[in-house]
C-alpha cells in the first residue's frame, strides 16, 4: 500500500490563484492584519520585562511609589491589545469570507464543467467517485482552506514574531529555545509519521467492515432465510477484531502525539527557566527578573503556534489531494461541439419556409453555407445511418459497418442480447458519442454540422431508469420545457395516460417529488418521463427498454400511454419483450455489433432464424 | 440512552476509568509547574541561592517528565477504550441486527442500517474517546488553575470572578447562534449533494433535453445559500478570538495593575514578582480551557444525534421468537391457510392479504400469478415465518408455523426471494450456504436441478468462479438459477419460488420446472411468477388480486373462468395487441 499522498503537481499554486484572482485586496488585508496582531500578541509578553523591571523592581521599597508611569505603561497596551483585537476580528472574518467565496467559486466551477463533459466520462467513472469531489474533497478542503490555511499563516507570523522578540530579549537563551524546539520536532513528527502509517491500515479495515456491514446487511433476508446468522456474526467478529486492533495502534499513536508535544512544551519551559536563572546568577549573562519572565511568556507562546503548525500538516496534506482530485475532473476535456447548424421557427409562404421569432409549430434546419448562402429544410425526423462503426476504445470497435435509415412516423425496433450494440446505436444518433467512420444524416444533414443542443432538442428520449428530479410533478413534467403552460402539462400526460393517477394524488400536479419519485411505483414513474417527452414533441423519439422493470399489466397502461406518443413520429425502440415490436416497421436484429437480421415481425418469424428463436423463447436476452 | 451505550464497554472498565485518571494526574502535574517556576524566580533569581535553583530546577524537571508520562499513558489507555468500545458497540449492533425479523428490517431499511453501524459508531467513538479525555482535562485543568491562583493571592483570582463569566457568556451567545446555522448549513450540503447526484445519474436526461444551463442555475443557487449561511456564522465565529484576547488582556493588565501595587505596597509578603508570573499562566490556562470546554460541548452535542440512532436499534425487540418447546422437524410439505389476514403495519385498514383460506397438499406444485401489489409475496412470506400472520392461522406439515423452532422451520421451508442476493465468494461457497456440510457431488447435483451446471462448467474456473459482491460478474438468469441451486440444497419439503425465474428464458424455464417433476416429486414446490408459461403446469395456480385470492385452478379452467388470468395470459400471447380480443 502507498504511504505517500500523491499531490498534483502545480496544485498549491492553482489554489492560491482562486484566492488572488477575485480577493486580492481582502488577502492583502488579512496578512496585514494578521501580522499586527501577532506583534500586539508578543508586545504583550515583552510588556512583563518593562513591568518588573521599570515599574516594579525600582519602586520596591520607596516609601511613596508613584504609579504613574505604570498608569501610562498600561495606557499604551491597552491601546495595543484594542489595536490587536481589532485586526483579529477584521482578518478572521475577512478571511471567512475569502474562504467561503474560494469554496463557492470552486464549487460552481466544478459543477459548471461536470455539465459540460461528455457522456463517455460519466460511463467510465462511477457515481460514487463524482460525488467524492462534492463531498469528500470538497469537505476537506473547506476545512482547510476556512481553518488550516489561516491557522498556518496565522501561526507562521507568530513564530516569526516570537523569535524576533526572543532574539531581542537575549540570543544565548533563543539558542536553547531553538535546539529544543528542533528537538520537539523531530519527536513529534517521528510519531506522527507512525500514527499516519497505522491511520491507513485503519482505513484498510474499516473499509473491509463496513464493506461486509453493507453487503451482509443488504443481504440480510437472504440471511434469515437460510439461518445463516451465527456464521455471518462469526465472520463478522473476525474482522471485527481486527479493525480494533488496527484502530487501538492508530489512536494510540495520534492520541499521545498532542500530549507529547505538550509536554515537551512544558520540559522546554522549565528548561530555559532553570537555564536562565543558572546562567543570571553565576553573572555570565547579564539577565534583569523582568527580562527573565518576559523570556519564558515568550517561550510558552511559541510552543502553541509549533504544534498548530505541525498538527494541521497533514490535513494540508489531504485537502491538496482532494485539490488536485477536483483540478482533475475541471481539467476533462469538455464536450465539442463545432455545429454550425441550428433548429429555428418557421412559418410557410407558399414553398418557401421563412424564419419567424414566434413559436409556429413549424420548426427548420438553418443551415449556413461556405458560400454564405443559407438553407431551411423543414424539421421532418428523417434517420440515416451509413455504413456506421464505432468502438467506445478506439482497439475495440462495438458496431461494425450499421447502415438502416428510418423515414418521418416509421418505427424501428431494435432487438438482441445485452451487449449487442443496441442502446450504442441511441447514443450515436443523438452524439452522445461520436461515430469513428461512416455518416448519420438527419433530414439529409449529417448530424456532425447540427449544434448538439439543437440535434438533442429534436430527439425524445425515454430510458429504463427513469430519473425524476426533485420537485413537483408539473415541474418534471415541464422539465424540457420550461415556458409549457398548464395546459399543454395536462394534454402531455393525458396523453401519456399519466394524467388519472397524477390527478387521483392528494396534491395532484404538485405533488413533491424526492428521491427520484420513489413514492410513486416504477409504472407511474415511467409514465411521468412519457410525458416528460411529450411536452417537447419531437419529431424522433428513442425509446429504450422503456417498460422492462415494469409487471406486465402496469405495462400494458404504459405501452398504451407510448403507442399514442409515437404515432406521428419517427421511433427507435429498443424492446426487452418482443411482443412489444411486433408492429414495427422493421425489426433490427443485433447480435455482436452487427445487424444479422432485419425486416417486418412475420418475415422474421418466416425466417426461422434468431428472431424466431428470441421470440419463442429459447435465448436469454439478460 | 447513555447508560444502553455504556454497556459496551464491558472488558473495556478498565481502561475506560485509567484514562480520566491518568489525564488528572497529568492535569495536576502541569499545574503545579508554574507553582514551582514562581519559587524558582522568587528563591533563585532574587534570592540568589544556587541550591535551591538546583532543588526546585530538579523538581520542575521531575513534574515535567511525569507529566509526560502520565499524558503518553493516558493516551495509549483511551485508544484502547474507545477503540474497544466502538469494537463492542458495532458488534452489538451486528448482533442485534442479525436477530431482526422482517418488519424490523422493513423499518429501518438497510441503508439507514449500514449508516448506523458504520459513521454513527465512528461519531460515538470519538464523542466517547473526546468525554474521557478532554472533557476530563479541560474542567479539571479549570478547577485546578482556579484553585492554584486563589491561594496565591485571593485578591487578584477577583479579576477572575469578572472575566469568567463575560467570556462563558460571550462563548456561549455565539455557539447558540452559531449551531442552528451550522445546522442548517449540513442540511443545505445534502439539497446540493442531492443536485449532483441527480445530475449525475440523469446525465442522459439532463444532456438529451439539452438543460444544462437550468441545471446550473439549480446548483448555483444552492450553492449561493450555503455561502451565505457559512459567511453568516462566520461571521458570528469572526468574534470568537477577539473575544478570548479581550479575556486575557483584561486579565493580563488588570492583574499587571494589582498585581504591582500589591507587591509594592505590600514589599513582596502578600505577593512576589515570581507569583506575579504564575498568575499570567494561571489565568491563560482557566481562560483556554474554558474555551475548549465550549467546543467540546459542542462536539458532544453533535454525535448526540448518531447515539439516538444506535440507540433505536439497540431498543428495537424482534417480534418474532422460537417458541417454548419447539417442534423440531416438519412432519411433511403441506400447507394451510386458515382465514389469514396480514399488514406489514398491524393496520387493519391497511391489510396487504385479506381472509386467505387455502389448502396446499404435500408434493403439489402451485403457480400464483397477480399484479405488483396484489399479495403474491406476502402470502409466501408466511410460510417460513418470515412475518407472522396478523390474524387466523398457518399450518406447515399439520402445525401451526408458530410452534415451530425456527431455524427448523426456515431450513425445511426453503425459500427463493424476489430481491434475492448472492454474496463475495466462489459458486460453491454460496451454493453452500444451503448445508454447509454438502459435498462437491451434493452442490454438483442442485445445479444440474436448477439448470445451472451447464454454464457454471463453462466458467475458466468452473465452481470455484468468484461471484463479486452483489453477483454483479454474472447476468440476471445466471443468478437466479444459482440461487435456486442454493435453496435446493437444503433439501426442503417446501420450496418457494418468488418470481426467481424472471431472468431464465423459457425453453430453460421449463427445463427447471421439469427437473423439479422428476426429481424432487415430495416437495411442495410454490410459484410465483408474472409470466403465465411458468405456471401453466402446476397442479393448481392461484390468481391474486389486492390481497384476496380470485381464482384456483388449472390452467384450462382459468382460463374459461377467471377474467384477470385470461387478460394477463393475452396480453402475454397477442403481444401489444392484446386489446383487439
Redesign the interface.
Known sequence: MKNKIQIRKGTIRRLLGYITKKYKKQFVIVLICIIFSSIA?VA?SL??QI??DD???P????PN?V?TG??GA?GI??II?LG???T??LY??LM??V???V??DI??EM??K???LP?RY?DTHT?GD??SH??NDTDTLRQTI?QSLPFCIQSVISIVAILCAMIYLSPVLTIFVLIFSALTIFITRKVASKSSKNFINQQASLGK???Y?????????????????E???EA??KL??Q??ED??????Y???????A???G??Q???I??VG??L??NGNLVLS?GT??SF??LT?NITQPVNQVMNQMNAIIMALAGAGRIFEMMDEEPEQDNGYVTLVNVKKEGDKLVEVKERTGIWAWKHPHHDGTLDYVELKGHIELDHVDFGYVPEKIVLHDISLYAKPGQKIAFVGA?GAGKTTITNLI?R?YDIEDGKIRYDGININKIK???L??S???V?Q?T?L??GTIKENIK??K?DATDEEVIAAAKLANAHDFIERLPKGYDTKLTG?GSEL?Q?QRQLL?IA?VAV?NPPVMILDEATSSI??????IV?DGM?KLMEGRTVFVIAHR???V??AKAIMVMDHGRIIERGEHDYLIGLKGMYYQLY??????? | MIKKLMKSIREYKKDSILTPICVAVEVILETIIPLLMANLIDDGVYGGEMNLVYKIGLELILCAVLSLVFGVLSGNFAAKASSGFAKNLRKDLYYKVQDFSFINIDKFSTSSLVTRLTTDVTNVQNAFQMIIRIAVRTPLMLIISLFFAISISPKLSLVFLIIIPILAVGLFFILTRVHPIMKRVFRTYDDLNNVVEENVSAIRVVKSFVIEEKEKKKFGKVSKSIFDDFSKAEKILAFNSPLMQFAIYSCILAISWFGAQIIIQTGMTELTTGELMTMFTYSIQILSSLMLLSMVMVMIAISKSSAERIVEVLDTQSDIHDPKKPIMEVKDGSIEFRNVSFSYVKDKKKECLKNINLKIKSGETIGIIGGTGSGKSSLVNLIPRLYDVTEGELFVGGKNVKKYHLESLRNQVSCVLQKNVLFSGTITENIKWGDENATEEDVKRVCKLAQADEFVSQFPDGYNTYIEEGGTNVSGGQKQRLCIARALLKHPKILILDDSTSAVDTKTDSLIRKAFREEIPDTTKIIIAQRISSVEDCDKIIVMDKGRIDGIGTHEELLKKNKIYKEVYDSQTKGGDADEE
Open positions: 500578541q504583550g510588556f512583563l513591568l518588573i515599574y516594579i523592581t519602586l520596591l521599597g520607596e511609589p504609579y505604570l498608569l498600561i497596551m491597552v491589545y490587536g483585537m481589532l483579529s476580528y478572521n472574518r471567512a469570507l474562504a467561503q467565496g469554496l463557492k464549487r460552481d459543477f459548471d461536470m455539465e459540460a457522456i460519466f457515481h463524482i460525488m462534492y463531498t476556512s467492515v463496513n464493506g456491514i453493507e453487503e451482509m446487511l443488504n443481504g440480510q433476508k437472504v440471511i434469515k432465510v437460510f439461518t445463516h446468522e456464521k455471518a456474526k463478522f467478529d471485527n477484531e479493525l480494533n484502530m487501538y495502534k492508530a489512536h494510540k495520534s492520541n499521545i502525539l498532542m500530549p507529547i505538550n509536554n515537551l512544558n520540559l519551559y522549565v528548561l527557566a532553570i536563572t543558572v543570571a546568577l527578573v527573565i519572565v519564558l511568556q510558552r445485452t443523438n452522445f448538439k443542443a439543437d438533442r432538442r430527439l425524445g428520449m430510458l431508469d430519473n428530479f426533485t422539465y424540457g420550461e427520484n411505483s409504472g418521463s416528460r417537447n409487471d406486465t399489466r402496469t405495462e400494458k405501452q403507442d418482443l411482443s412489444t411486433r408492429n419463442t423463447g429459447a435465448f436469454e436476452l439478460e
